[in-house]
């Protein structure tokens, strides 16, 4: 019933869920110890979860993009665009989804094995949604300077993609993703240089979690 990755074990009730390779006899206790179950519920594979989250965004933006007569009706209007950025925006948001997958598969590495199964509806619908409302209307840089000002560089260039990818499609949605997107990308910045700080006690003081200088 509760397999490895759904148990959370602490020392204390508050505090952080003890890894899977911490050895009890090691762990900053006497004689005796209390230690605290807590079951975290069903879980499931981070790599299953980018593939789902990323898959659904290729292919919904696709249904839009090509005016299916079942979403649009069968008015000319509505079936055909004749503005070239509707390709450009279909060609750059294909190739950055397309890139995710094949990060996924071939180059991430998680610190954690899994997350609640319960939060792919929540991410599912961030990703798959947005991608419905950003096509009805109408690039990373590998530079490795900003290793030297951010902690977090992948998430400073997707934003700056996004920034990007809102100028030239000039809509609404596309702006509001984006905003959306820096958020949540900066909370996994600040974490992640967090972690860095506490590893490494000689990380440089300049280096900033998302924004050189700034954030």
């Given at each position: 019933?509760?397999?490895?990755?759904?148990?959370?074990?602490?020392?204390?009730?508050?505090?952080?869920?003890?890894?899977?390779?911490?050895?009890?006899?090691?762990?900053?206790?006497?004689?005796?110890?209390?230690?605290?179950?807590k079951d975290l519920g069903p879980q499931i594979g981070w790599t299953t979860v980018f593939l789902i989250e990323y898959?659904?965004?290729?292919?919904?933006?696709?249904?839009?993009?090509?005016?299916?007569?079942?979403?649009?009706?069968?008015?000319?209007?509505?079936?055909?665009s004749p503005h070239p950025?509707?390709?450009?925006?279909?060609?750059?948001?294909?190739?950055?989804?397309?890139?995710?997958?094949?990060?996924?598969?071939?180059?991430?590495?998680?610190?954690?094995?899994?997350?609640?199964?319960?939060?792919?509806?929540?991410?599912c619908l961030y990703y798959w949604g947005f991608a419905a409302w950003l096509i009805p209307y109408p690039t990373k840089n590998p530079f490795t300077w900003l290793f030297f000002f951010v902690s977090c560089p992948n998430y400073t260039y997707e934003v700056g993609t996004w920034i990007s990818f809102t100028i030239m499609t000039q809509c609404v949605p596309v702006g509001l993703f984006t905003l959306l997107c820096f958020?949540?990308?900066?909370?996994?910045?600040?974490?992640?240089?967090?972690?860095?700080l506490r590893e490494f006690k000689d990380?440089?003081?300049?280096?900033?979690?998302i924004i050189p200088f700034l954030l």
């Open positions: 019933r509760w397999y490895p990755a759904r148990q959370s074990i602490k020392l204390d009730p508050k505090g952080k869920s003890l890894r899977d390779e911490e050895i009890l006899q090691h762990l900053p206790v006497g004689t005796t110890a209390t230690l605290y179950f898959t659904g965004p290729l292919f919904i933006y696709f249904l839009f993009y090509f005016r299916m007569p079942f979403v649009y009706g069968l008015d000319e209007r509505f079936t055909s950025v509707v390709n450009l925006a279909c060609i750059c948001h294909s190739f950055h989804y397309i890139k995710r997958l094949i990060e996924t598969v071939f180059v991430h590495r998680f610190s954690h094995g899994t997350m609640p199964l319960r939060n792919i509806v929540k991410n958020i949540q990308m900066t909370i996994w910045a600040k974490d992640k240089h967090c972690t860095y990380y440089p003081s300049l280096r900033m979690p």
